[in-house]
Every structure is written in structure tokens, then in C-alpha cells.
């Protein structure tokens, strides 16, 4: 680039007096933006390009622009990163006449003197150098001197880039750890906070090596629009600050014309978001390309890369970095339907039909999410282009899938930063938007309303096993603070939102209830704990006239610490949780009174199961039938929600054996029931009553079934040994961590004539398989079970006796609570 001296940038002082203008410049309360960073460049360009052929330098010399200054981007209180770059004879006296005008006008300055083989040489030993370089532009003197130092340096980047970005990446990584993510920020630094300034700069960085190309949808949107609030910062202070600080916030919000400081963090943070979301998957694509050059990756599927570049397809430098090592295809590994694993990402299936699948996004979010991995942003932003709106109310499996996807817990989080990217969060639920990047002035949140509500859920996640309806204990994490982004009290308007969104989302009526009341009362139980008298019996009271039911207390429990640990540390502490389970042990002694005896009484069977009971006495053997929702006999074609009914004449071990085969044919067990019949007086008969879910494609033809349950049952099938086998076969997946299960045997008066075990566990194949082999090795009969798989947990209740139908004593029932969980490892 030429220097800068002649009259292409008017200004008051006009060209013979470039310092003057440029000091005029970072006074004009005019219009900020690219424009005025430019303009401020180019009158520092015209500034130094005087100030060299002043002091008389010689050829084979020239000033260099470096950093924020090269790339033509400079704050008001920006620093000068400038290079004096010469051939190797140098007057000593020179860079004083240089610098020395710089230092007298106040500016800071960040120089250096050097030979291109000293400058080569210093980039090779420090990254930050080499990034400055990365950014060099000529100011004044020999342009051929720039031209050569930009070409060596940016050669030298791109040939050692293999061993450069890993430790461009921890850099990042130090930052994120020093100054935190910008986008929850109530203070944040713009520049050296994740999703900041620094991070633009490094993905240019990354682009310039040609490995690999960040998604450039909205990213230079977001860079503008964080360098901008920096400028204003920069005014409105009038130092070189780069902290958003408080009592500042309202000036800068003024200056860029926003409404308020709220609104600026909101938007400061949407840019952030945008930037880091940018980083991730950028880093991401880094990875597979190093990975596959050093042969330890699996290679991509195809040439080309899945960012789209500015013409709509993959960027020059993209097209390069992938085809370096583009060769092959690569093992796509199964997760849910439609989605398979592929490069440590879950992507479309190649038979996948999102417009016609609007249960999709949530299906490859939860089985991403699930399995430890996060969605690629192709696929992301295909789901966002192609699926229609779930219909109103939801299907069950949207349902059972947002909740799978919130159970996992951490992994939830970058999976959901994946969807929120392209807009499919408040696509299913319109009412986010409200709530979206929302600051909270409170020095207690660490988080913006939405990230809190979604850490809240992170930490649910951890508490499933103490509560009866882990689904809504989710849903109710994710949902408590709605009311944030209207008018008043914050829970009085939740419980309104939370009605609304819980029967879109098509649960029954008592669950909508449920939900609607831990949301009103999410704060209750802590603010009753702390202000209340505990021996007070009104205290008590105004606990158990709001959750009227045990069920709901252990929710409500749970989503008071769940909430607290998500928004800081100075939310939860030991003497708070005390004086909470107090509270809540004194309340669930006043319930217990009126807790429910045991299930409502078994309804007639139908005139279907019945027909499949007379049969399977007559014949000795299995009667099955699977039914749609609809009532209609079916292949099996609907992908949740398909009833088996099977009816088998009583024998031990029969409950493990239909559940091991079931397994086998890949069907997840939603629901089941198990009732006894005798319908011809010829004896017992077990009417298992299931919904299942097919994990890959169709269900199974009936016929194939029977006969597979036939074989189980006479001994020809050995269920156990094939299950095994299948699960050696099978590739590791690292999956994520989980709660431990639990097994407990409930008090004497959940059943009269049985002893109930509940059994709450992570969803796994074959679980229900290894629960039923584990009670079938005791000894124990079961007269009936009640089976919930509510998204990735599961909540059984089995209704057991021994040999002669009577309840087990104490120690016996703890012998089989510790064998089944000792199957379950």
C-alpha cells in the first residue's frame, strides 16, 4: 500500500499538517464505525509517512503497519504496532527522529526495529509476533521491503500451521480462562474475552493458513459491531480500556444511539455469541484436518468443506485446507433415526428427509447431546433451512426428546449453543426470544436469563434420581424464569407463560398443573427456609398448601437447588441447604398422611387382550399383536408410540426373556405393564402391555417377532449370550456421565400385598432385560410393573412376592434390591 500524503483525506487541518488531523480525528464527535477506524488508519498512514521522509531515511527502509494498525482498524486509543524494516545498515539516530514525535503527541507506541530475517526470525519464536505479521501493511519507504517480509512470513504460516494453531488454541483457551465467555459478562472485556476481538483476529488467522474457514454467516456483523462499542468505550472514557465496565455503559449506549445499557449488553452479546459459536466449530474443522495429516482422524467424507464462502459455496482457502486431505469416505455410525456420527459430530443420515421429519432437529439434538458429541454446523443450518414447525400440541417424541436433550446434562450445552446459532431454539419455543442474551443486573447470576435457565437444566440433570417425573423436573428447570422477559413478577408471569408453552408442548393436564405450580413457587421453598420461623407450624404449611403432594415436594426440592448452584456460588451455600431439607422433610412428613396407597386399581381388560389371553392359554405359547396408536394392526411403520401387546402363560423369567428380545430387535421400551390373567380357568396368564420405539427404521414384522419369542421361551434363543455378543461387536462410544442408579424398596404402604422396588436409571438397550434376569436369579416372582421411559431416564415400579404370592420380608426385599443393582453396575 502507498503512503498516504496527498489530499485523498480532507480534514480541517488538511494535508500539510497530517498530525493535527489526525489529533482532530480522535475529537469528532461525528459518526463511529469502519468508516471513522479507516479514516483514523489512514491520517496515522499520512502521520508517519511525514514523519519518515522527514528524518531523512534511506532506501531500503520502510515503515511497517502491524496488528489492529495493519489491518486498518484503529480504536481512538488504540496502541501504534509499527515496524522499522530495513536491509541491514541502519543511522542509529533514525528511529529516534522517528519515534520520539509519536511519544511527544501522547500516542502509545509499540515499535520495533528489524532486518525481514530478524523479523522471520522473532515470528518463528512468538506466536503473537507472527500473528502481527500476519496483519503487515506498508506505511512508507520501499514497498518491495513489505511485499517480500508479507510473502515470507505468510508462507512460513501456512507451512507450519500443523504445529502453530494447536498453540494458537491454547492461547485461547488461557484467555477464556483469565477473562471469562463475553456473552454472560455484566462487565465483559471485549477484546480478550471468549467470543471478543481476539478471537476475530484468530479466526483470521486459522483462514489464513488455508486448513480451515469459519462459518462467515454474521461474523463480520458481530466483529463490526463489538469494535464499534469498543470505539465508543475508547470516547467515551478517553483511555485505552477494553473493559465495558458499569458505570460506563449508559454513556456508550448514548453515543451509539441504543436505547439503553440493557439493550447494548444484549446486542454486545448476540456478537459474542456469533463469534465464538464461529470459534467452536472453526476449531472443530481444525482438529479433523490435523488429525487426518497426522493419520490419527477419520478422513472427510467428500472433497470441499462445509462452510459456505462468499459466493455460496466453500471459501478458496477451505477448498485448499480440505483437499489436502480429502480422500475416501469415512465410518458413519448409527445414533438415532436420521442421524449417525461422523467425524466425533452427529450428522444427517444420508436417508434423512427433514422436511417431511419435523421432529428432527430434537431427535439429532438429543442423540448428540447424548452420546457426547454436538451437531455439525452443516447439519445445523440444513435442519434450520428444511424443517417445517412442530405441529401444536407436540408429538410424544418431540416431547421425550427435548427431554433426553436437556438429561444430558454438560453435554447439552454446546449442542444448544449449536441450535440457538441458527435459530431453532426459539423456533420451538417462541417465547426464548424474550429471555435471549437478557442481562441481569444482580452481582449474585453469572449468567444471562436463557444460559442460566439452560445451566439450571444442566444441573437438574445431576438430581434425576430423586425425583418420581425426571421430565418434569427438566422442563421445569428450563421453563422457571420465563417470566423474566414481561412485566412483574417474574414467577406469577411464568406460571401464565409456562401453562401456555407446557400444553404446546402436549403434556396431559395434571402435568401442565405441575409444572405451572413449581414455576409460580420456584423460590418458595428457599425463601420460606431463610425468612421463616422452621418451628412454626404455619411455616410447614405454607409449603404443603402449594404442593399439595409428595411427588411435587421432591420436584420442587430438587429445582430449588438445582436453580441456586446455577446461578452462583453465593446462591446455595451448607446452611441454606439445611435449612432446606428441613423444611422439606417437615413438609413431606405432613403429606405422608395422605400419599397414595399404591397405583389405582388395574382397569378391565379389553376385549382384544382377553381374545390374546384365550389364545395363549390354549395354545401354551406367545400371542402378540402390535398396534398402532390408532388401534390398527401394522408392520410396525410408526416411529413412537406403537403398542405390543403380548400374552404368555406364566413361567419364571419370563419378563427378562421378552425383554431380551426385544432388545434384540433394537426396540426401545417407552412404557410397559404387566397384569395377571386366568381367562379359561387353566391358570395364570401375563399380559404384558408395551410401547416401544423402533432405534433405526421400521419395527419388525409381527410374524418374525412370535417366532423369535417362541424360541426364547423353549430355549432355542439364548437371548443373554446373542445380547452380549452384539454389545462386544458394537464400536465404544464415550457417551457421557450419568447419574448413578437407583434402587429402592418402597415403605410397607405403597402396596399391601406386594413389596414395590423402584428402580430409576439412565435409559440403555437391554436394561429392562438386565432387571428382569437380576429378579428372575432371586427367586422373586413379579406380579405386575410399571414401566416409564420419560426422555434418557427410566422410572419402574416392580410389584413382587415370593414363591407362595406373599410380600418379601425386609431383608429379603434388600437382597433383591442389591442384586438388581448389581446388574446394573
Known sequence: MASHTDDSHPGPAGPADPAAARARLLTDPGPGGRARRAELSARTDDWLSALFASAGAPAGTAVVAVGGYGRGELSPRSDLDVLLLHEGRLDQALPERLWYPVWDSGAALDHAVRTPA?????????????????????????????????????????????????????????????????????????????????????????????????????????????????????????????????????QVAERLG??????????????????????????????????????????????????????????????????????????????????????????????????????????????????????????????AAECRPLPVPWPD??????????????????????????????????????????????????????????????????????????DLLLVAALLHDLGKGWPGDHSEAGEVIVRDVAARMGFDPESVETLAVLVRHHLTLVDTATRRDPDDPATVEAVTKVVTTLPRLELLRALTEADALATGPAAWSGWRASLVD?????????????????????????????????????????????????????????????????????????????????????????????????PIGAGPVLLLSWTVAAEFGELPEAARLRAD??????????????????????????????????????????????????????????LLHRIGRALDGAGVRVRTAHVSTLGADVVDAFYLTDAAGRPLSARRAGEVAAAVRAALG
Open 397 to 470: 417424541e418431540a416431547r421425550e426428546q427435548l427431554v433426553t436433550l436437556l438429561g444430558a446434562g454438560e453435554a447439552c450445552l454446546p449442542v444448544w449453543e449449536a441450535l440457538e446459532a441458527e435459530g431453532l431454539i426459539t423456533r420451538l419455543l417462541p417465547d426464548w426470544e424474550r429471555v435471549r442474551c437478557r442481562p441481569q443486573r444482580n452481582a449474585v447470576h453469572r449468567w444471562t436469563v436463557d444460559r442460566h435457565l439452560v445451566e439450571t437444566a444442566v444441573r437438574a440433570a445431576a438430581m434425576t434420581r430423586r425425583v418420581a417425573r425426571p
Open 709 to 766: 419369542l417362541r424360541r426364547a421361551l423353549d430355549g432355542s434363543l439364548d437371548v443373554a449370550r446373542r445380547l452380549a455378543e452384539r454389545d462386544a461387536a458394537a464400536p465404544r462410544r464415550r457417551g457421557i456421565p450419568t447419574p448413578p442408579p437407583v434402587v429402592a424398596v418402597a415403605p410397607p404402604v405403597a402396596s399391601a400385598n406386594a413389596t414395590v422396588l423402584e428402580v430409576r436409571a439412565h435409559d440403555a438397550p437391554g
Open 258 to 383: 441504543v436505547l439503553d445499557a440493557d439493550t447494548l449488553l444484549r446486542q454486545v452479546y448476540e456478537a459474542a455469541r456469533t463469534v465464538a459459536y464461529a470459534s467452536d466449530v472453526t476449531w472443530r474443522a481444525v482438529d479433523r484436518v490435523l488429525a487426518a495429516r497426522s493419520g490419527r482422524g477419520r478422513r472427510p467424507l467428500r472433497r470441499g468443506f462445509p462452510f459456505a464462502g462468499p459466493f455460496g459455496g466453500a471459501s478458496g482457502a477451505a477448498r485448499r485446507g480440505a483437499g489436502a486431505v480429502a480422500r475416501g469416505a469415512v465410518e458413519r455410525r448409527p445414533l438415532a433415526e436420521g442421524v449417525v456420527e461422523q467425524d466425533g459430530e452427529a450428522v444427517l443420515a444420508q436417508g434423512a428427509r427433514p422436511a417431511s421429519d419435523p421432529v428432527l432437529p430434537l431427535r439429532a439434538a438429543a442423540a448428540a447431546a447424548q452420546n457426547g458429541l454436538t451437531v455439525s454446523h452443516a447439519t445445523v443450518r440444513r435442519l
Open 118 to 250: 530478524e523479523a522471520r526470525a522473532v515470528a518463528a519464536a512468538d506466536l503473537k509476533a507472527q500473528l502481527g505479521l500476519l496483519d503487515a501493511r506498508h506505511v512508507a519507504g520501499d514497498p518491495a521491503l513489505t511485499a517480500a517480509l508479507r510473502s515470507t512470513v505468510l508462507a512460513d504460516w501456512r507451512a507450519g500451521a500443523a504445529g502453530r494453531l494447536p498453540e494458537l488454541r491454547e492461547l485461547g483457551r488461557e484467555r477464556a480462562e483469565r477473562h471469562g465467555e463475553l456473552s454472560f459478562l455484566l462487565e465483559p472485556d471485549l477484546k480478550e474475552a471468549k467470543g471478543g476481538l481476539r478471537d476475530v483476529v484468530a479466526l483470521d488467522a486459522i483462514a489464513a493458513s488455508w486448513l480451515a474457514d469459519a462459518p462467515r454467516e454474521g461474523l463480520d456483523a458481530a466483529a463490526l459491531r463489538l469494535a464499534d462499542v469498543r470505539d465508543a468505550l475508547h470516547l467515551v472514557t478517553g483511555r485505552a480500556t477494553e473493559r465495558l465496565a458499569l458505570q460506563d455503559q449508559d
Open 582 to 678: 428441613g423444611l422439606a422433610a417437615r413438609a413431606a412428613a405432613r403429606l405422608a398422611g395422605d400419599a397414595a396407597a399404591g397405583p389405582e386399581p388395574a382397569a378391565a381388560p379389553t376385549a382384544g387382550q382377553e381374545r390374546l389371553a384365550v389364545e395363549a392359554a390354549r395354545t401354551g405359547g406367545p400371542a402378540l399383536s402390535l398396534l398402532a396408536q390408532t388401534g390398527v394392526e401394522t408392520a410396525g411403520t410408526e416411529p413412537m408410540g406403537v403398542r405390543l401387546l403380548l400374552a404368555v402363560p406364566d413361567r419364571p423369567g419370563l419378563l427378562g426373556t421378552v425383554a431380551g428380545v426385544l432388545a434384540l430387535h433394537r426396540l426401545a421400551v417407552r412404557s410397559a405393564g404387566l397384569r395377571e390373567l386366568d
